[in-house]
């Protein structure tokens, strides 16, 4: 008799950049979304952040050619795309995570937004009215679920 191929974990997401140069697949849950309201979060994307997480042996790159790194601070990296500029990843140098720009999965994602930190770095042009927790730190409380 033959090996029996061990199977891969179905995809439960995909998504990637603006011009297509990264590719990403999930291959495991993801968490809800946390909007993030940092200074750091809003000057790399313009505006608050909208992060799910997934663990990071469950994030499959596709096309990474464009994929860049930078080291925003002591504690923390953003993965963005090269060629186009869009922000990807948020990975913290502890490890256990990578958190995932919402806005650049693919639909439908089956995800809803479950909380705000950060919410004291707030831009003062907006107010956070969708009745949903809000930390002023980043400690949000939310897993990523098991399978």
């Known amino acids: 008799m033959g090996r029996r191929r061990r199977s ?13 140069a990264v590719r990403y697949e999930v291959r ?11 200074a750091q979060c809003r000057r ?8 799910t997480a997934a663990r990071p042996e ?6 990474s050619g464009g994929l ?11 993965g963005f795309c090269g060629v186009c500029g869009s922000s990807l990843f948020w990975e913290p140098a502890s490890g256990g995570r990578v958190s995932i720009a919402a806005g650049t ?8 937004t479950a909380a705000h930190v950060f919410v004291g770095d707030a ?7 969708d009745g949903l927790p809000r930390r002023a730190d ?6 990523i679920p098991d399978d």
């Open 8 to 20: 891969r974990p179905p995809v439960r997401g995909t998504g990637g950049c603006l011009c297509g």
């Open 28 to 38: 495991g849950p993801l968490r809800d979304v946390v909007d993030c309201h940092c």
């Open 44 to 51: 790399t994307s313009g505006h608050f952040a909208a992060f």
């Open 58 to 63: 469950d994030l499959v790159l596709i096309g």
């Open 68 to 78: 860049r790194w930078y080291r925003s601070s002591a504690t923390a990296a953003r």
């Open 105 to 112: 999965l693919d639909p439908p994602t089956g995800l809803a």
């Open 123 to 129: 831009g003062d042009y907006y107010e956070i009215g």
């Open 138 to 143: 980043g400690d949000h409380g939310i897993a």
